[in-house]
């Protein structure tokens, strides 16, 4: 399986944490994902799934020029956005605990099977 599929499946809850951090912008969250172990993840990944959230109204953008170069769009979390991702945290931890009890069994019993 390749690594990408995982990517995209949580790469949105991911973005959505940062953001309710406080408000960002593309390159720092880029950066903080980054900082996190998101290696490789490129711009082209990160501004349509951006846009996907502001039109969803997870986020909201706003635009102000920068200290250096051209304006930036700087996102805040919206309370829809608040709901998704506590919808996204949940979610995720029943899969990934699942998946944790099958793939690294702590007992005897959880190798044989997992009740």
Known sequence: MEE????????EGCVLSVIARGETYGYALLAELEGCGFEGLVEGTLYPLLTRLDRRGYVSRRQAKSP?????????????GRQALDAFLVSYRQVTGAADRVLFPQSESERRRCV
């Open 4 to 11: 990408s599929q995982l990517l995209k499946g949580i790469l």
């Open 68 to 80: 250096r170069g051209p304006a930036r769009n700087y996102y805040s979390i919206t309370e829809e």
